[in-house]
């Protein structure tokens, strides 16, 4: 089945920087754009990053622009977030996601604390 799995989260202090990475599997990853979203308890859930299925469009949030970075190795089906200079603004559950014809698939979602 359809599946995305995050990992990289935990705690960091301000400035600081953190790399997620979501390994897809159940489908042919490379034929699929990525989303990077975050949410904090009692708000939206927010994108603030797309990657295309290759890799040659990207595109961010304002709120992490030139701080984050989305990038993909289509080969062993991972997408990463690389993430500099964060905030505790930046604080949130961070989830990738996929959409497949109707189907919308959600990892299970890292936690990113950044505090001193």
């Known amino acids: 089945q359809v599946q995305l799995v995050e990992s990289g989260g935990g705690l960091v202090q301000p ?3 953190l790399r997620l990475a979501c390994v897809g599997s159940g489908f042919r990853f490379s034929r699929y754009d990525i989303s990077w979203y975050r ?3 009692g708000k939206e859930r927010e994108r603030i990053a797309f990657i295309s299925d290759s890799g040659d469009r990207t595109t961010y949030a304002d709120s992490v622009k030139g701080r984050f970075t989305i990038s993909r190795d289509n080969s062993k089906s991972i997408s990463y ?5 964060l905030r ?3 604080t949130a559950t961070y989830y990738c996601r996929v959409v497949i014809g109707v ?4 990892g299970q979602g890292t936690q990113v604390t950044v505090s001193s």
């Not at 977030?81 to 200079?85: A, F």
Request: charged share 15%; no cysteine; aromatic share 6%.
């Open 88 to 90: 505790p603004e930046d």
């Open 39 to 41: 949410q904090v308890p």
């Open 103 to 106: 189907m919308t698939r959600w």
């Open 15 to 17: 400035g600081g920087s």
């Open 81 to 85: 977030l690389q993430m500099n200079s």
